[in-house]
């Protein structure tokens, strides 16, 4: 005859679960339905960036690989801290994810002495994402064909060379500090709000320069409206670039990724079951095709190495930040 546990026994039994480190059989069954709804996706900055590029990429193919609706939120503002925080307040329930460039997640925990959130508690890693590429270009009227055209410039006239970015802090932005503390040279810095507005006045001529992102400059490169002249890291979209290690200056090291977190109470096996769907999306051959056309390179790791990374990460940026004593309201 079989008896029924006594509800002192069914919450005894919660808690030796809990002291494992597992969660309740309610958070099971909420991790086997998931998604049972819509999920939100946040991306912290504007449309037509290479975060938004990606965030709806992934979005649209979860979207088709779980028969559930996956809906882009742009939440731009403050360098991507507004999204972030929103996300690290979220319920931990799985429907609320942020897509996030590598500036949000990598450089803002040691650009900004204070954030409205903890990044290492309050955001849980989930996928790396993918890597994006990342290219020097100059406006044709430079006459720069080479990197070390731009560099001989900024040598000999210091602070003449305009280049863009989408603020203190952002990867393009220390990607050029470096470039000026292994070189020798130096440039003068325009801030915009996100990368398109740069663009406009890189292709106008108001800038000379840009260290981006290839994702979303690629398209001027191939139509000949910019000139690539340095990459950080082999592409086939560019064979004959030279890396900036060929260049001579293999000690620049600036990259862009865009990631996916979670909010930082999430239980680790819905964590992992939304990595797993992530990487199974991005295998597909029709996504990896996306991808590649848009320059960008899936990473597949779990959500414990991807965390390790990042940490990492941020102290890579954290030192160059700490060394120039960059803040956010510089120019």
Request: with cysteine.
């Amino acid at each position: 005859m079989t008896t029924c546990a006594s509800p002192a026994r069914r919450r005894l039994s919660f808690a030796a679960l809990a002291a494992l480190g597992l969660p309740a059989p309610s958070v099971f069954a909420q991790q086997a339905a998931w998604p049972s709804k819509p999920v939100r996706i946040v991306v912290p900055s504007s449309p037509g960036g290479g975060t938004d590029v990606f965030g709806r990429i992934l979005a649209q193919a979860l979207t088709e690989q779980l028969k559930q609706t996956f809906l882009v939120e742009n939440k731009p503002g403050a360098s991507g801290n507004i999204g972030a925080d929103l996300v690290a307040k979220a319920e931990p329930d799985g429907y609320t994810l942020l897509v996030a460039s590598n500036s949000s997640l990598g450089i803002n925990p040691s650009l900004y002495r204070t954030l409205p959130f903890d990044p290492e508690k309050d955001l849980a890693a989930v996928s790396r994402g993918v890597m994006a590429p990342m290219v020097v270009v100059a406006n044709p009227a430079t006459g720069f064909k080479t990197f070390k055209d731009l560099l001989e410039f900024g040598k000999k006239r210091p602070g003449e060379g305009f280049y863009g970015s989408a603020g203190v802090g952002s990867p393009p932005y220390i990607g050029v500090r470096m470039i000026e503390e292994s070189t020798g040279t130096r440039f003068m810095h325009v801030p915009y709000k996100g990368v398109a507005p740069a663009y406009q006045d890189l292709l106008s001529g108001r800038l000379q320069f840009m260290f981006t992102d290839l994702a979303t400059i690629e398209q001027h490169i191939r139509a000949g409206k910019v000139t690539a002249l340095a990459v950080n890291q082999k592409t086939p979209l560019l064979p004959g670039v030279p890396t900036l290690a060929e260049a001579g200056h293999g000690d620049i090291h600036a990259w862009t990724s865009f990631s996916v977190m979670a909010p930082g109470r999430t239980p680790p096996a819905l964590v992992g079951r939304i990595a797993g769907e992530i990487g199974r999306a991005m295998r597909t051959p029709a996504v990896a095709q996306r991808l590649e056309q848009q320059a960008l390179i899936p990473v597949f790791d779990t959500p414990k190495d991807f965390a390790a990374e990042l940490q990492k990460e941020r102290e890579h940026w954290g030192s160059f930040i700490r060394r120039h004593d960059i803040r956010p309201e510089q120019s």
